[in-house]
Each structure stands twice: as C-alpha cells, then as structure tokens.
C-alpha cells in the first residue's frame, strides 16, 4: 500500500514551522529525523504518569515503568524479528552499540593473528572503534573496496578473506550513496570463512524492512533517533548464543546479579546479570525508550514496505528532475532499486556549505560536508559533498522546490 505522506505530515508538528519566511523542507534525515506527536506525547506522558527508576524498587510506579521498558525491548525485538528481548540491548546508538561489541567482544577476542575486515564506506563510527581496538591488541584491519558508481567492490570484498579472518562489519546502506549491500551474500560470505558479521543498520533499519533471522546477521546496530524516535536511544541486536559468551561493556548496578564481599581475599566477586541487563549498566534511558517503542509502533502502522517504496519514488523522482540542473553532479549508482533514499551531489564550482547555505537561505535542510564518512569521499577524490535525505513525510512538492532552488543557484 502507497503511504500517504500528507496525511503523515499532519502528525508531525515541527513540519508547520517556517525558516527564514519559507515552509520548512526538511532533507536532512539522514543525520536524524523528526519527531511524530505521538512520539512526543508519549515521552511526556512517561515523565507525567509512570516516571520512576527501573528494575529497582517494588513501589509501583517503578514496576510500570519497568513494565513500559521492558515492553519496549519486546516491542524493538519484533520490529527486527530478533528471538527475544535477550537479543535487545538498548544503547545511546549506533556508535555506542559499535563500540560495545569492539570493546566486549573484540578486545576479548582480536589478537595480534587475527583480521577484521570493514570497507571504505563505513561511517566514521565504523571505522574508528576497529582502528582503536587494533592499535591496542594488534590485529591488521582490512578494507574492502567500492567501486566507482558507490556499490561494494564483491570481488576484492571476498579476496581480502583468509584463514585469520574473525569479524567482518560493514553497513546495511551507505549514509553518503544511500547503496544497499546485498547482506544475506555478505553473511554467506562471512559465515562461509568462519567470521562473524556485524552490520551497521543506522541507515537501513529506518527505511526497509530488517529482519535479522533472514540476514542471519550476528550484530546489528541502529539509531532511535534516524527511524522518528528520540535521540540517545539506540540497540545493538545480538545472537543470545555470542552474547551470552561476552564480557560486559560497562560496570555498574543494574548489570550484576550479586557483588559479593569476600573478607578473606580483601576483594567483591561479581556475577552478572541476565540478556540484555548483562550490557545496561546504570540507570538505562528509560523514556527514550519508552519513545523509541512509540516510533517503532508509528512505523509499523505505516508499513516498512511502503516506507520503502515511498523513499524508491521519491528519490527516483528527484534523480530524473536532477537531470535539469546542468551544473549539477550526482553521485553514486544511477539505478534507483539499488539504493536507499539518499542522493550526494555537488555543484560545478561551489563548496557543498555554499549550497546548503543557500537552500537554507528558502527553508530547505540539507546536509553538506564529508557526512562522517571520509575515506569514502577520499576514495572519490571530493573534499565534500552535499546530500539529501528522504522520509515519509517528504513530497515529490518539496523536491519540485528544491530543484527550483538549485536552478536558482546555478543562474546565481
Ligand atoms: C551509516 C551510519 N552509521 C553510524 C552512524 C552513527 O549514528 P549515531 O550518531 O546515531 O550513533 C550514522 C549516523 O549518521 C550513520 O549514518
């Protein structure tokens, strides 16, 4: 079913705002999305009605909102058809659930013999926490390459595998390219080499359907704040199986099941808690995620396939109307079915700032820069790009203006 990104608009209060004497356009939602009011009135609803620490006390408002929590975990868990909320661990985002599995899994697990491969068009935050953890333990990292319309090079993908291969991390969809990898044959390509998979979902679990029992994926991680939840909350999906078998991240309440104090030693003994607590020290986020469950429910209301296709027509539309603007460069695979809703382009003689800065001057949000991810425009010898991110409330109107825009531009 197509979705109906008027009626969508209606739920989503900031989209009435006006920048600079224009109605907002908001073409940034790569970098985060807004925010539906039923989002917003269930956050202010926790903190009106249930408002209380989790998993704590026995007074009842503690045990409903450990109730909402925990809901929460379940809620997330179904949305990606992971077994159980074991499998859900709620952390501040992608970032933080990337540097989990390097820290929990990795610094446990990677030594001095062993490869990690990743490819040169992660996210900074998939790329960072491998070049840190290899510094301190030794392993080699290699980088897979991408080909020149943006999609993943299969072939020295599949070359750079050896008997020392251990992880592989790579994400679902390009944030610069918007380019889907083809998951299910990277995790046949992994598991066939005996390495594990983790798959950064911040830009695909937020637009298509994920289901991580089909990827057979072994780590997922993905951002509330990128799929209309609040920011701060995000997961990190895990085989119970790996989970069970890792070190905790960070120490605290919450993540034990007993510290004993043993006099005759002069020190505590400490058993952990069950999945997914084990990996949430201290207080959680309760509220956001009590806001992510909200989003996720919104979402499912709309459908994951018509987010899809909406996103596929939209972005189709706009490379076609691209096309008019005569100094504009698009980068990136030209086959729409490919890629998600996302589209890099730049403009002949003009910084990528320059041209956010002018579409802003109408009202029009986009992103511009290296978008965190550099060794990709390296590998395209740009310094920066612009880009533009689509939605579900994003309308083939607001593309109509955009271009007007840019031609605006490009006779300025
Ligand atoms: C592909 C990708 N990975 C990771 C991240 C980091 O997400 P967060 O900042 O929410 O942790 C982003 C954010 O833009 C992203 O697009």
């Given at each position: 079913m197509m979705l109906d990104p008027y009626k969508i608009r209606e739920d989503f209060p900031i989209l009435k705002r006006k920048v600079n004497n224009h109605p907002l356009i908001y073409f940034d939602n790569g970098a985060t999305t807004q925010k539906p009011k039923q989002v917003l009135e269930a956050i202010k609803n926790f903190y009106g009605k249930y408002n209380a620490n989790v998993h704590?006390?026995?007074?009842t408002l503690s045990q409903e909102a450990s109730e909402l929590y925990e809901n929460a975990h379940e809620k997330v868990a179904d949305f990606i058809n992971a077994g159980g909320m074991e499998e859900v661990i709620f952390v501040r985002g992608t970032t933080e659930a990337i540097n989990l599995v390097a820290y929990s899994w990795g610094l446990h697990n990677l030594g001095e013999e062993d490869e990690v491969i990743i490819s040169l068009m992660e996210h900074h935050s998939n790329i960072v926490p491998w070049e840190n953890l290899s510094r301190m333990n030794g392993f080699r990292i290699k980088y897979a390459g991408v080909n020149?319309?943006?999609?993943?090079d299969y072939e020295s993908f599949e070359n750079l595998f050896s008997s020392r291969t251990r992880l592989v991390c790579i994400s679902h969809?390009?944030?610069?390219?918007g380019v889907i990898n083809e998951m299910k044959r990277i995790a046949k390509i992994a598991h066939d080499n005996d390495a594990l998979l983790l798959v950064d979902g911040a830009q695909s679990v937020p637009h298509m359907p994920v289901d991580v029992k089909a990827l057979d994926v072994d780590f997922l991680a993905f951002s509330g704040h990128k799929l209309l939840g609040p920011t701060g909350i995000g997961c990190l999906y895990g085989k119970q199986e790996i989970l069970e078998e890792m070190e905790p991240f960070h120490g605290g309440?919450?993540?034990?099941r007993e510290v004993s104090y043993n006099p005759a030693t002069g020190r505590c003994s400490i058993s952990w808690n069950d999945l997914p607590w084990k990996f949430e020290a201290g207080t959680p986020n309760v509220c956001g995620g009590v806001g992510l469950m909200e989003a996720v429910k919104y979402l499912e209301g709309v459908g994951m396939e018509s987010v899809k296709e909406h996103e596929v027509r939209l972005t189709e539309y706009a490379m076609e109307r691209l096309r008019e603007c005569k100094k504009v460069k698009v980068y990136g695979?030209?086959?729409?079915?490919?890629?998600?809703?996302i589209i890099p382009f730049n403009v002949d003689g003009l910084s990528s700032h320059d041209v956010a800065l002018f579409l802003d001057s109408y009202g029009i949000m986009i992103r511009s820069g290296f978008h965190c991810a550099q060794p990709l425009h390296q590998r395209f010898e740009l310094k920066s790009t612009a880009r533009v991110s689509f939605y579900i409330y994003n309308t083939r109107e607001e593309i109509d203006k955009f271009i007007e825009v840019l031609k605006e531009l490009e006779r300025f």
């Open positions: 704590r006390a026995v007074h020149e319309d943006g999609t993943l969809v390009s944030n610069v390219t309440g919450e993540m034990i695979p030209r086959d729409v079915s490919s890629k998600c809703g």
